[in-house]
């Protein structure tokens, strides 16, 4: 795995909020894009501008929970069937699919810093 990431509609207040709350750095910082993580060369809590965010209701299903991961591996397009056969579904954009319930999740290309991943066949049940 590589980021989890939280919709909100300003990436760089909920990063500080979760930095001070966990005691963990901003690692990285953009306009629409904000990861607070050990360092630079870790996984860790991402926060991704949602304009039109809506904040979830939970415990009320009206406005579900937002959130997604991010995974990553060495190849996109090599991971692709793999998580097909898993039961994904693919969604519009480069990497992106739904797991069996509907929650979307990235396949992302694994950063230059991470060790590399050796995507598993799916197991038959």
């Known amino acids: 795995m590589h980021h989890v990431l939280l919709d909100c509609p300003d990436p760089r207040a909920l990063a500080a909020f979760y930095s001070a709350l966990l005691g963990k ?3 990285y910082d953009s ?3 904000v990861v607070v993580s050990d360092s630079p060369q870790t996984s860790g809590l991402a926060f991704q501008l949602a304009p039109d965010h809506r904040a979830p209701t939970w415990p009320d299903p009206s406005v579900p929970q937002q959130i997604h991961l991010d995974v990553m591996v060495d190849d996109v397009a090599e991971a692709t069937p793999l998580v097909l056969a898993l039961g994904a579904t693919k969604l519009p954009g480069r990497g992106v699919f739904a797991d069996p319930a509907g929650h979307p999740f990235c396949l ?3 950063p230059d810093w991470a060790p590399p991943v050796h995507p598993k ?4 049940s």
């Open 31 to 33: 306009d629409d894009f």
């Open 108 to 110: 992302i290309p694994r």
């Open 25 to 27: 750095p901003i690692t």
């Open 121 to 124: 066949e799916p197991h038959q």
